[in-house]
């Protein structure tokens, strides 16, 4: 199979090609023209020139030209890669440190992208419990430990919220408790824990989503698999602190056996949630696992999942939105993003948006009945009940950005790995 060569230039395309033109090509191969002096801007610029070409068929391609750096390496493949990974892409060989990071990225955050894809007939709740497991035990299969508790001994653990959820199916809901421990002390304190949302398939439940919401919900448990890959980036890049991982996963089916509206449930630090809207499950398995991280007593706990349609509306499929009251934190996380050339905004959470979950049956319901509800701030606000201090070491990422419903100039339909980083970094600054 015969390769194209592309190349990267600062010069401006000849005027056949059209002005401001970004792509050229010759009897070589192609070029990509970075006319930005942005490195933002030119990296943008090579990842959705890289999908144009992945676009247009061309499944050999050798990255030519001594231009090629780490950054402009990853966005190339992060443009050119599809669910079908049909195409070949030869990389220049870059230096020691740079061609690991790059590597260890190929690993995660394509684990990331590759899991999310996988429709629910292949990964259910106990399926993706072990192949994050054996993701990180690869990295370091020393410092890892892990147990997967499901089913009926949910119930026997006080893990009501991925009980209920996840009783409407046949496939068993479960929760991955895993141990990364590289000082191989026992008595190590916990530096930071991690809650992933792990929905392997959200139906909705009896509050049913249309098939036009629900074709994609084999995407719901990105927050899993964002975590797991953020963690063994982490690891890649040496991380030398203890970190505990815990994903709440489940499918949200419809059955005779199903939880239901009107349902209360109470969680094993005495608090009661109505159930209003079975469509909004997310929260409820993750408060589980925030429960677990409080008992870590960690000083750093990361929650992440895809869970509200509200924080796509304000964002888009661009950024991941943040959440938390612990202001300095926040700010950090969106350091972290900038550096690693990811999206992160920003959105509200105040106290007081506690007071739009009240319920007259329990201490709060999983939904604000209202009108003007701010979706993504109720539901963060639900989730810091079950966080034994929100207001210092807690974070919420709301994953706007993990998946891409259709294709877009930059990114493939179906998962795209964003967030990675940004906790990956967040994770190896841990003091």
Known sequence: MSQMYVSLSHQAAASKWGEGATLSFTSDGAIIHLLSEHLGDQLRTVQKMARKLSNQGISAIQLAGGSWDLEFCWSFQQGYFTAKQTGQVDFPVLDDSAQKEFDARLKTVNWARQIINQGPAQLYPQRLCQQAAELLQSLAPEHVTYQVIEGDALLEHQYVGIYEVGRGSDKAPAMLQLDYNPTSNADEPVAAALVGK??????????????????????????????????????????????????????????????????????????????????????????????????????????????????????????????????????????????????????????????????????????????????????????????????????????????????????????????VRTISRLLTELA
């Open 198 to 419: 792990g929905i392997t398939f959200d139906s909705g439940g009896y509050s049913l989503k249309p098939s036009s919401g629900m074709d994609t919900m084999k995407s719901d448990m990105g927050g899993a698999a964002t975590l797991t890959a953020a963690l063994g980036l982490a690891i890649s890049r040496g991380l030398n602190k203890r970190v505990k991982l815990f994903l709440c996963c489940a499918e949200n089916l419809v059955s005779g056996n199903a939880f239901k509206l009107g349902d209360v449930i109470t969680y094993r630090n005495g608090k009661t949630v109505e159930i209003l809207n079975t469509d909004a499950e997310g929260r409820l398995v993750l408060a589980d696992g925030l429960l677990c991280a409080s008992d870590t007593q960690a000083p750093l706990i990361i929650d992440a999942a895809t869970l509200t349609g509200a924080a796509k509306v304000a964002l888009g499929r661009d950024f991941n939105a943040v959440l938390g009251f612990d202001q300095e934190l926040v700010h950090q996380a969106l350091s972290a993003a900038t550096a690693e050339h990811e999206l992160a905004w920003s959105l509200p959470l105040e106290h007081w948006h506690k007071d739009r979950l009240s319920s007259a049956f329990a201490d709060m319901a999983n939904v604000h009945a209202g009108e003007g509800n701010p979706g993504a701030s109720t539901a963060a606000a639900f989730l810091s009940n079950f966080v034994r201090t929100p207001e210092q070491g807690w974070l919420h990422f709301d994953l706007s950005g993990s998946y891409q419903k259709s294709a877009s100039d930059l990114w493939s339909t179906g998962g795209k790995g964003h967030g």
